[in-house]
């Protein structure tokens, strides 16, 4: 009996939900803003603009069950939309905007210091010249330990948050405590933040006698400008010859590209053009008044060397003139270009593809929308490029020839006109145990603690030179020290690299002092076989 009740119970329950179901779904679709549930583009629009994105995110706005912060759904949705695209058009949202312009712009607002927290402390490595903290008079080897009023040591604060609370608008001020030398009690220290310039160039020095080397990190607003500074001071110094170094150099502006190019040919050649998508050329030509045209010239190239170093490596090695040195560029021939939207955020957007003198368009494969673009670099590891040129492979379809019969080839980066391999022959498990748990660095860094007075009164290289040479107890000093932190000597394998080691104490210290990378790079010429190389061109050349 029971049971046949509760057979009829649960149907007539059910007809009777549905029914309710039924009429509460009609009442409310009676009352949403809309006439036909199967015609959603007749749904009320707000300012958007009707394209399937819009309706969908006003949809969203206006009717979902839930409440949708649709703008975040915006942002991710530029991100996904870029990433449909080439590798290299990115979408950059409005609190990213100032980071990732003040490297191409030259310049930022901050206090002035170069600074290290390898202890997790501020450890001021050198202050700009005539900047802020010069002129509150911070010195290389005071700790900042206190931030208005907040302590930053010994918290294993993310070294970005560090940089956040010192940075602020020009005029602003920002009150620090520091440690110096054995004084217990932080000093309070007052510094009103200013323009700081950001130098694309890293070092210009005379490396040898009637050899100018510099090193270029970016192609920024103001590196042309930098440059000729350069080359004035080093002509002043007797240069006759020039190593550019560009590995590493990432690019930056195209017109920088071109206006450094300029400086090193002869009138009339032809140094980039872009094409866009109609077909439309833009090609730019050398003048003739470039300040470097007469003198022999090797630029230094690897695999993270692109767009703009790229341009300048291509024009130079397509009109013969000067040596490429290094390895295979990166790889990327496209022009992008930055237009600003309206909430402040920006596209950088490929609009044309360049073209070096010859025709080459060095651009490496890629797939539209394609996530494995990064891999190339770890693939050429892989096949073995980085230690054999034999390893390399051309497309014999993108072949070119340059106007004194040189081959070059399109399709994968700049080829060096002398291929130089990673050299790994003297990196032992003791070296990279000594380096891989940045023990090296934290040596130095005590050791220039240690030594501060001499290092901070070293003006120029023949000081540096006497100092690092007085200390002939460098390496096995280091030794003991990293034997305290763990790593165990293997005289056979300190031995094995025994130049490596030595050139790498002396470079951080060096860069420790006022020289700061002119120093650094004055000491790894021993190891650096790029370089080494270069300089048996030019003396071949000279001959």
Do not use: C
Request: aromatic content about 8%; overall charge negative.
């Amino acid at each position: 009996m029971t049971n046949n009740k509760k057979g009829l119970w649960f149907p007539s329950l059910a007809a009777v939900m549905l029914a309710v179901g039924l009429w509460m779904g009609f009442t409310l679709a009676a009352k949403l803003p809309h006439n036909n549930q199967s015609t959603p583009q007749e749904y009320p629009t707000t300012q958007r603009s009707g394209s399937k994105i819009d309706q969908t995110l006003t949809l969203i706005d206006r009717i979902y069950v839930d409440r949708v912060d649709t703008d975040s759904i915006v942002e991710n949705l530029m991100h996904e939309l870029m990433s449909q695209l080439d590798p290299h058009s990115t979408y950059i949202p409005a609190k990213d905007m100032q980071e990732i312009n003040e490297p191409l712009e030259g310049e930022f607002d901050g206090i002035g210091v170069v600074f290290n927290m390898t202890t997790d402390t501020v450890v001021v490595l050198n202050t700009v010249a005539g900047g802020p903290s010069y002129k509150a008079g911070i010195l290389a080897g005071d700790r900042i330990v206190i931030v208005d009023g907040d302590t930053v040591a010994g918290r294993k604060m993310p070294q970005e948050e560090v940089i956040g609370r010192l940075r602020g608008k020009r005029g602003t001020k920002v009150r620090v405590g520091i440690l110096r030398g054995n004084n217990p009690a932080p000093v309070d220290v007052e510094i009103v933040r200013d323009k700081i310039p950001l130098l694309s160039i890293d070092a210009a020095f005379m490396i040898r006698p009637e050899i100018g080397f510099i090193r270029l990190t970016s192609f920024s607003r103001t590196t042309h400008q930098e440059f000729l500074k350069a080359v004035h001071k080093l002509r002043s110094e007797g240069m006759k010859k020039l190593i550019f170094d560009l590995r590493s150099n990432s690019g930056g502006y195209l017109d920088q590209a071109i206006a450094m190019t300029n400086e090193f040919l002869p009138e009339g050649e032809l140094i980039v053009y872009t094409e866009d998508r109609v077909g439309n050329q833009q090609k730019e030509y050398s003048t003739g008044r470039g300040t470097l045209t007469d003198i022999p010239v090797v630029v230094l190239i690897d695999d993270y060397s692109a767009s703009s170093s790229e341009i300048l490596a291509g024009a130079l090695q397509d009109n013969d003139r000067g040596t490429i040195v290094g390895r295979r560029s990166f790889g990327k021939g496209l022009v992008q270009s930055q237009i600003p939207l309206s909430d402040g955020s920006a596209l950088r957007l490929t609009v044309a593809r360049y073209f070096t003198p010859t025709g080459r368009s060095i651009q490496k494969p890629y797939t539209m929308g394609g996530s494995d673009y990064g891999d190339d670099i770890l693939e050429r590891y892989e096949h073995g490029e980085m230690f054999s040129a034999d390893n390399i492979q051309f497309n014999d379809s993108l072949r070119y020839t340059t106007p004194k019969g040189k081959v070059v080839y399109g399709g994968g980066g700049i080829m060096p006109d002398v291929f130089v391999p990673i050299d790994t022959l003297n990196m032992t498990p003791y070296y990279y145990a000594a380096t891989g748990l940045n023990v090296l660095y934290r040596y130095t860094m005590e050791y220039a603690d240690l030594h501060r007075r001499e290092i901070n009164a070293i003006e120029n290289l023949e000081q540096l030179e006497a100092f690092l040479d007085g200390d002939e107890r460098l390496l096995e000093d280091f030794v003991a020290y990293a034997e305290r932190k763990g790593i165990e000597p293997n005289q056979k394998q300190i031995a094995t690299s025994e130049l490596l080691l030595r050139s790498m104490l002396r470079a951080y210290i060096a860069r420790n002092t006022s020289l700061q990378d002119v120093g650094y790079f004055s000491q790894i010429v021993p190891i650096d076989e790029t370089l080494l190389k270069a300089f048996e061109i030019l003396e071949q050349e000279e001959q």
